[in-house]
């Protein structure tokens, strides 16, 4: 079996040139104006964070990444959905480059891990967004109400 946090710590450098190159096709204005290099180390920050998650099997390193970055982002006047775009690309990449070099008895494990890691520091990045453009300490959102129909 093979170790997630090893493999992917391996594809480091195509995980984050596929996750930049996906936001820059976006065409995102603070992106844009941000630079390559900015990105670059954005992405390998949030990437690191993903990395070191799953090897301790640990969300605090990438939610308490993620409640760091809602603040910057929110305070340098980002949208929360060119960060969540930023989220979404480095997801999609790191998928795409398991989905290509795991075996597929791998892959669950896998994507399972990523998915778990990111969907937290999405969560927290959302939740500190909502607190911050509130004004108010909201602790997590929950969305529970939208998928039990009508009260």
């Not at 799953?54 to 060119?82: C, K, M």
């Not at 990111?118 to 004004?135: C, E, F, P, Q």
Request: hydrophobic share 50%; net charge negative.
């Amino acid at each position: 079996m093979t170790d997630i946090a090893a493999f992917l710590q391996q594809e480091r450098p195509a995980v984050i040139a596929a996750a930049e190159a996906a936001l820059v096709r976006m065409h995102m204005p603070h992106y844009e104006r941000a630079g390559a290099d900015t990105i670059q180390e954005r992405l390998a920050s949030l990437f690191d964070r993903l990395v070191e998650s799953i090897a301790a099997r640990d969300l605090t390193p990438s939610v308490d990444h993620a409640r760091r970055i809602a603040e910057e982002r929110f305070n340098d006047g980002y949208d929360i959905a060119e960060v969540q775009t930023a989220f979404n690309a480095l997801e999609e990449a790191s998928w795409s480059c398991a989905v290509s070099r795991l075996e597929a008895s791998e892959l669950a494990e896998a994507l399972g891990l990523i998915t778990t890691v990111l969907g937290a520091g999405k969560d927290a990045l959302a939740s500190t967004y909502v607190s911050l453009a509130a004004s108010t300490n909201v602790g997590s959102l929950d969305l529970r109400a939208l998928f039990a129909g009508t009260s």
